[in-house]
């Protein structure tokens, strides 16, 4: 064999070798889920800020299955699903029917976590338990 045809053979396995290293190294990476994590905490809080003290909180987790410490998780996440996570669309005129007292004993509710991959931050404070109640209308989401 030539010198120019054996230097051609290496140049041509050295390449070989070089597109299946390539190939065979590092797996790519794949996705843990098929779907975007929805996983969110909510609290009803005596106060008007974030260090009030918590009256109750509940969890929700709602891909791919709903669950969590939220006593009706199907329906929470059927609700939320409904709104396209937009938690201020979960609030309603308040209730007619219902007479609340005039008095100011604020109350937060509030919304942390993930939704749909996207991360959530929401607060809302009415003036009492009362107005709150009236507000929500027995909503899925907050009936914790």
């Known amino acids: 064999m030539s ?13 070989a070798l070089v597109c299946l290293a390539g ?9 843990s889920s098929l779907y975007a994590p929805s996983a969110l905490v909510f609290t009803v809080a005596q106060g008007d800020d974030e260090a ?16 969590g410490t939220h006593p ?7 609700a939320l699903n409904a709104t396209g996570g937009a938690l201020d ?11 609340c007292p005039m008095h100011y004993a604020p109350v937060t509710v509030t919304a ?3 939704w749909k991959g996207s991360r959530v ?23 914790f």
Not at 92 to 97: L, S, T, V
Not at 124 to 132: E, G, I, L, P, V
Not at 134 to 140: D, E, F, R, S, V
């Open 3 to 15: 010198f120019v045809v054996r230097h051609r053979i290496a140049a041509a396995s050295a390449a």
């Open 23 to 31: 190939t065979t190294g590092i797996a790519a990476a794949q996705p």
């Open 52 to 67: 009030s003290t918590v009256l109750r909180a509940s969890t929700l987790s709602c891909a791919p299955t709903a669950l």
């Open 72 to 78: 009706d998780p199907q329906a929470a996440c059927s």
């Open 89 to 99: 669309r979960l609030l309603a005129a308040p209730n007619p029917d219902r007479v």
């Open 112 to 114: 942390d976590g993930v």
């Open 121 to 143: 931050a929401w607060k809302h404070t009415f003036s009492n338990a009362c107005a709150m109640s009236a507000t929500l209308n027995g909503n899925a989401v907050f009936a």
